[in-house]
């Protein structure tokens, strides 16, 4: 009987782990996308797998926008609290490299940032929830409350905002004379 139960027991385990190997690194990427620390994303992730195991919501149907609203919301209320704790930076070179962690290296980078704090939040939300969580158009509207054709909408205008912001920021090239002075 003590055989059975632990047998039950793994199958549980694994049905249970199944979620956290699929969408653990999209969560990651979304919520490092949002929070801009390591250690944050990856809190926010565990926390929302630890909300959605606690509730037993980790059934494949609705599990993917369940999970990503968790980890969005979570990550909003971490923004929040973070004007009012101190806070450290850590040297994050330091700590050992994650192949997932979008590079903030890229010249474009600060920019790209400013212009997509600037966005409307309808599409400030589902942007991330595309490039970086890689969800589908009817995952996100699921995500988010909102039609499939909203969100098209919303990535698609988010998208040519910051291509025209872009255009806009870069450098414009010097003028030659071509010879005279």
């Known amino acids: 009987m003590t055989q059975?139960?632990?047998q039950e027991?793994?199958?549980?385990?694994?049905a249970a782990s199944l979620p956290y190997r699929r969408y653990a690194e999209r969560g990651f990427r979304f919520a490092h996308a949002m929070l801009r620390n390591v250690d944050d994303a990856e809190e926010t992730v565990q926390e929302a797998f630890c909300r959605l195991a606690a509730a037993k919501q980790l059934e494949p149907p609705a599990f993917e926008p369940r999970f990503f609203r968790t980890v969005r919301n979570l990550a909003i209320d971490r923004l929040r609290q973070r004007p009012r704790r101190a806070h450290l930076p850590l040297d994050e070179s330091a700590l050992p490299a994650r192949a997932a962690a979008p590079p903030d290296d890229a010249p474009?980078?600060?920019r790209l940032r400013r212009l997509v704090a600037d966005l409307p939040a309808p599409q400030r939300d589902a942007l991330p929830l595309r490039v970086h969580g890689g969800l589908a158009y009817d995952a996100i509207a699921a995500a988010l409350d909102a039609t499939t054709t909203q969100v098209r909408t919303w990535i698609f205008r988010a998208r040519r905002r910051l291509e025209d912001g872009l255009r806009r920021t870069e450098p414009r090239p010097e003028r030659?004379?071509?010879g005279r002075s």
Do not use: M
């Open 4 to 6: 059975e139960k632990d």
């Open 9 to 14: 027991h793994a199958a549980a385990d694994d």
């Open 108 to 110: 474009l980078a600060p």
């Open 176 to 178: 030659t004379t071509h």
